[in-house]
């Protein structure tokens, strides 16, 4: 047993994967504390109009981000790992496709913009952050990275763009500086993320990014193969971000400010499941090898945990969200406690949503993970206008609550092929897996 253990321990290739997911993993966490402590000071320094001015820029921008990124991840890194000797094309037309998405982005927010919008400083602080998007093109590097399971320079990019970008923050706040130099940051961030990379890439790895170049042909092969997947990450950026940008043209900045500062804490634990997922998912697989059986008692086992951890968490944020939000964010936010209270319980379906999304892939389901993304979207986008006006933020964070327990527990009733994932949700609640 021992030098089963040995070699287990010892697989090279096994060790390179392990390795990859630390550093993913170390990032994540990482981002998620330091982003977390700067962005409350950032919240506390700024005010509740001028922070809600600050999200719905960032949340507008993010909705059209798509139209830059192309779904071209998953395409790109597929063929680099198929097919290493097309690097350069591959890494030149990923690169000019994303170039010409970002550009494009900004005449279309100016049409949009022309009819929602018509202050003149709003619109100054979204093409700024939409700026950003241009040196996000770099991130072709990462595709490569990803390929060749090689994360952790990625990762080291990213934490170092995050000290550089919290730090700034940080001497922004001391010497007491205007909304503008934040939107700012968000720019400088990924140029230095960008420079990064690109140094990373040229002597580390000992690669040219001159040696990349565009090819026609290939452009429209990648366009063709990541339609579907750009189509899906447009579903998923509204579902995200629709609500803040709806709660900024019917109630204004403030109320945008109050909303933000509970969604920032609610989505703080949203890193959990994705760990758990990444971390425990393939051993759920492993055991489909041996029998159906013990497959599925594995997936009960991780559902049960899963959930009860989002019953936990959500249950202790509940009772401390009046004490949580007057101690990290001021008297100014206290209107976010009751908004708190509502959205913190839709983690226990993100949770859910996330390792069923791994179920999903494992059973060649991904039209259907499209499909309830899709109508999370619409029930989303529905309940906001129909709640909003009459209840205010506390109707936006229903309107999440319940879009997101319709896309990631009940829709799984409403079709043959993942019904039985629905049981075993059900079944999770009552905790009658020994776990």
């Not at 452009?219 to 063709?224: C, D, E, M």
């Not at 759920?284 to 951890?309: E, P």
Request: proline share 2%; aromatic share 16%; hydrophobic share 55%.
């Amino acid at each position: 047993m021992i030098d089963k253990l040995k070699v287990f321990t010892n697989h090279r290739g096994l060790r390179r994967y392990l390795e990859n997911t630390t550093w993913l993993m170390a990032e994540r966490l990482l981002r998620v504390v330091i982003g977390l402590f700067v962005g409350i000071w950032v919240a506390r320094y700024l005010g509740p109009a001028q922070f809600g001015l600050y999200n719905y820029a960032q949340s507008f921008v993010f909705l059209f981000s798509v139209i830059s990124t192309l779904g071209l991840d998953g395409v790109v890194v597929r063929e680099l790992v198929n097919d290493d000797t097309k690097r350069n094309i591959l890494l030149g037309t990923a690169f000019g496709l994303k170039l010409i998405g970002a550009i494009l982005i900004f005449p279309i927010l100016a049409g949009v913009l022309i009819f929602i919008e018509h202050d003149l400083y709003t619109k100054i602080i979204i093409f700024i952050i939409a700026g950003s998007l241009i040196f996000q093109s770099f991130n072709v590097i990462d595709y490569y990275y990803q390929s060749k399971v090689q994360s952790k320079y990625v990762a080291i990019a990213n934490s170092i763009s995050l000290g550089v970008s919290s730090l700034t923050k940080v001497v922004l706040i001391l010497n007491n500086a205007p909304l503008i130099s934040f939107v700012w940051v968000i720019v400088f961030d990924t140029a230095v993320l960008c420079l990064g990379l690109l140094v990373s890439y040229r002597y580390v790895s000992e690669l040219n990014p001159r040696e990349w170049y565009f090819d026609r042909v290939m452009a429209k092969s990648l366009i063709k193969s990541s339609l579907p997947l750009a189509f899906s990450g447009l579903v998923a950026s509204i579902y995200m971000k629709i609500d803040q940008v709806m709660i900024k043209n019917i109630m204004g900045d403030e109320a945008v400010g109050v909303y933000a500062a509970a969604v920032r804490l609610s989505e703080a634990f949203y890193f959990i499941p994705m760990i758990i997922a990444n971390s425990l998912f393939p051993a759920v697989l492993n055991a489909k090898k041996v029998s159906l059986d013990l497959y599925y008692t594995r997936l009960q086992r991780l559902y049960t945990f899963i959930v009860w951890s989002a019953v936990i968490i959500s249950a202790f944020m509940t009772y401390t969200s009046d004490w949580l939000i007057t101690i990290l964010f001021g008297e100014e936010y206290m209107a976010a406690t009751d908004v708190l209270k509502i959205h913190i319980w839709a983690s226990v379906f993100v949770y859910l949503g996330v390792v069923s999304g791994s179920w999903y892939l494992s059973e060649n389901l991904q039209s259907l993970a499209f499909l309830r993304t899709f109508y999370g979207m619409l029930i989303n986008i529905i309940l906001n206008f129909s709640l909003v006006p009459v209840y205010g933020i506390g109707g936006a964070a229903f309107a999440t609550l319940i879009s997101y327990a319709v896309a990631g527990f009940f829709f799984d009733f409403f079709t043959k092929k993942t019904r039985v994932t629905f049981y075993m949700k059900l079944k999770a609640f009552f905790f009658k897996v020994n776990l």
